[in-house]
């Protein structure tokens, strides 16, 4: 008997893959949300800082640039 995966392997595992993907997300949507959260809050700020940084540059003379 071989210690590869069959076909048949293949084929039951494909078929579990949504039901395993719910039952992980229903463990861990709230965790995960909750980082995606933060990571929004803290990309939110950088880019609200770059954009400010950018409008200053844009209303700063030239000051000796090539």
């Keep these: ?3 590869q ?5 293949w084929r039951a595992f494909r ?7 719910e039952r992980f997300l229903r463990v861990h949507n709230r965790e995960l949300a909750s980082i995606l959260e933060v990571d929004y809050e803290v ?8 954009d400010e940084t ?3 540059a844009m ?3 030239d000051r000796g640039l090539p």
């Design 59 to 61: 209303a700063t003379p």
């Design 43 to 50: 990309m939110s700020k950088v880019l609200r800082s770059v």
């Design 15 to 21: 078929e579990m893959v949504p039901e395993l993907r």
């Design 1 to 3: 008997m071989s210690d």
């Design 54 to 56: 950018n409008k200053a």
């Design 5 to 9: 995966p069959t076909e048949s392997d």
